[in-house]
């Protein structure tokens, strides 16, 4: 084994490690030193706490620069600006066996907005593997063409160096619309990427908001621009199951909007040509692209790399299959999928002793941030729920002290607290859900209560549990498939 490949090996397993270690910390820890696992889980209790009241504070905040920025006509202001009429947009939907309708619904959504100018191209990327690809291309072309400058059609076919996923598949169509600025002459500087998941409905102002923001950023060609994705469009559709932890999912995306030095982009999102042509487009042999795509920038440029937040709402499907068991089998594969992003902590260690043009803490501190969002998802469920009883358990006279004693009682009083945020959670997402004009009956109120008594069950099933399954597979080098999320 080269030196390279066991750097390689290392970095990949760190984090799963350190997530079995965490895991099973209480047990292997209590028979000898009982009382630093209680600290240890006092500890852990009091920084939940703590980020259920910022992730509450930051969710308030963001839902009110929503109101703030709807009442803003980003369309007229436009008229203002010289530089408006020579944006272009080209919108790309990466997709495979998504149904027709899904993406005419997407679609429809574009030629429904306010942006002053006809600048607008879409892109329909397919999977040459997909056989019903042209036919949906056909359809679509003699439908839509009216509304856009041009549609252009990819059909990707998978490389020997290739994975299967949106990232290839961007990447083949990125390079398409290259080629065809450099054959209009559209420089890449004037040309804007938006990546559009086949079931993301923009909202009306999307364009015009996003050529505004550009537009007046000093900085502009090394930003990502991104709008909260949430997943709305199927809410009373989907089982409680995954209801419950779309709401949740959506409300923390709202939340991380307001957070701007951690801002990320996540599945719909835009940049301009020229900064994804600078790093070579995607990676082609990764499967979570939104974050990788960061870091390829970041460690490219450094600092100037940003995720700039737009403050409307982008929609999107969450998991539905049509049966309840498919749809919840559907709904771990894709948070296995999503939680594989860990794979990108190998990645930035490389990095972080390969780019010296940034700042080592500069690096530092963006590689903590993400390995410590993928060291809690599937830890925190076990630490919060279940280590408290531990200690006492396995190791009886550690029950009689006083510690012991007020161990399990302090940390579900710390818990009870911590969760009275759901209160908040659930206000903001009704508030949202009207915003974005979805109907809510007042008889349902009482449910939308009632399924937070089930929220360790599904944070459990449907988060922790596939994501240490991500980790378990990565920790013995299992790899995984990307899976498309079916959504019917």
């Avoid at 919840?328 to 999928?337: C, I, M, P, V």
Wanted: with cysteine; glycine share 2%.
């Amino acid at each position: 084994m080269t030196k390279a490949h066991f750097f390689h090996r290392f970095s990949e397993m760190l984090v799963p490690l350190m997530t079995w270690g965490l895991i099973t910390f209480p047990i292997w820890m209590s028979p000898f030193h009982p009382a630093i696992v209680a600290y240890f889980i006092i500890t852990f209790d009091l920084y939940f706490f703590y980020k259920s009241i910022t992730n509450a504070i930051y969710a308030t905040i963001s839902y009110q620069k929503i109101l703030n920025f709807s009442r803003v006509d980003f369309a007229k202001k436009l008229e203002k600006i010289k530089r408006a009429p020579e944006i272009k947009h080209f919108i790309i939907i990466p997709n495979y066996k998504e149904p027709l309708y899904k993406i005419e619904e997407t679609i429809t959504t574009f030629i429904k907005n306010d942006f002053p100018y006809k600048n607008l191209f879409l892109v329909l990327a397919f999977e040459k593997r997909e056989t019903e690809a042209e036919e949906k291309a056909k359809i679509l072309m003699q439908k839509y063409s009216p509304y856009f400058c041009k549609i252009i059609v990819a059909y990707h076919e998978l490389k020997s160096n290739e994975i299967i996923g949106k990232a290839s598949n961007q990447t083949f169509a990125a390079k398409i619309v290259s080629q065809y600025t450099a054959e209009n002459k559209i420089t890449p500087e004037n040309t804007l990427i938006t990546i559009c998941d086949a079931d993301s409905h923009l909202p009306k102002n999307y364009f015009s908001y996003l050529t505004y923001e550009y537009l007046n950023d000093k900085d502009r060609l090394y930003h990502f621009f991104w709008a909260p994705v949430l997943l709305y469009n199927n809410f009373w559709q989907v089982p409680f199951f995954v209801r419950i932890q779309s709401t949740l999912s959506s409300i923390l995306r709202l939340s991380l909007l307001s957070q701007k030095e951690n801002l990320i982009q996540i599945s719909t999102y835009s940049t301009n040509l020229w900064l994804l042509q600078q790093i070579n487009y995607w990676d082609v042999d990764i499967i979570p692209e939104d974050w990788h795509v960061y870091f390829q920038t970041f460690f490219t440029f450094g600092n100037k790399v940003k995720t700039l937040p737009l403050y409307t709402v982008v929609t999107c499907d969450a998991v539905y299959s049509g049966k309840l068991v498919k749809t919840l089998a559907n709904r771990y594969e894709q948070e296995k999928r999503w939680a594989w992003g860990v794979s990108d902590v190998s990645y930035t260690l490389k990095k972080l002793f390969t780019t010296p043009h940034i700042g080592f803490f500069t690096k530092l501190k963006k590689i903590i941030f993400l390995a410590e969002g993928h060291l809690l998802w599937p830890t925190s469920f076990f630490i919060l729920t279940i280590s408290a009883s531990i200690p006492p358990l396995i190791n009886p006279v550690f029950k009689r002290t006083v510690l012991g004693y007020l161990l399990p009682q302090l940390s579900g009083l710390i818990l009870t607290l911590a969760s009275s945020m759901l209160l908040l959670y659930t206000y903001l997402d009704i508030k949202v859900r009207q915003k974005v004009k979805m109907k809510f009956k007042l008889t349902s109120l009482p449910f939308i209560f009632i399924q937070w008594y089930f929220l360790p069950l599904v944070s459990f099933l449907f988060s922790s549990l596939p994501a240490l399954d991500a980790h378990t597979r990565l920790l013995f080098n299992k790899k995984i498939e990307y899976k498309v999320t079916e959504k019917v």
